[in-house]
């Protein structure tokens, strides 16, 4: 990538988005662009474009933790997503990856993993931390103690199912009035989330999971 990182800071403590303006903007490789309290206060800066990577807090107004990073994600597919949470938990790691988020990372550990975390995401990497809460935090493991797919948000099973199917990219974009851009988005996410490498592993899954059966 060439010129600095752009970033998003959305957190709904003024005092906490200071203090992460003050450690990004003091690396030559960083710049903060946009700095929001709120879920709408993200969408209206998502607008404005010119951002390569998104630090979200998990505990902002205006709709869920999940929500928030699938409508970052869809809205900007370009966009990678980290998570700095105070939430030392594993449980809210998993669902912040399954909702597609490529990082996530601990507010009491952030002057030491951010850095990191927001250059591994804007070179297309994931910064998966080694244990969240003492436990070991990889994989699609399911959500709630659920099946695979219950980890998967409805927009990812419809492009799955789409996939497995056989369709393309365009007609998958032109079924979900979506761009291709966006599709292609998603279906990359499928395969990191899942672990999968092609289609065939993904209609594989599909079908396992049950989803073709009833679509």
Known sequence: MSGPIRILIADDHAVVRSGLRLLLSSQPDMEVVAECGSHHEVLEALAAGGIDV?????????GSPAALI????????????????????????????????RGYVVKSAADRHLLEA???????????????????????????????????SQREQEVLVL???????????DKLFLSVKTIESYRSRLMSKLGFSNRAELTRFALEAGLLGAG
């Open 54 to 62: 998104a630090s979200l807090d998990l505990t902002m107004p205006g």
């Open 70 to 101: 699938e409508d970052v994600i869809e809205r900007s597919p370009g966009i990678g997503v980290v998570v700095l949470t105070m939430h030392d938990d594993p449980g809210h790691a998993r669902m912040a990856l399954a909702a597609g988020a």
């Open 118 to 152: 927001i250059r591994t995401i804007a070179q297309g990497g994931t910064y998966r931390p080694d244990a969240v809460g003492g436990e070991q935090v990889t994989g699609p493991k399911p959500v709630g103690g659920g099946r695979p797919r219950d980890g998967l």
């Open 163 to 173: 996939l497995a199917q056989g369709h393309t990219n365009q007609q998958i974009a």
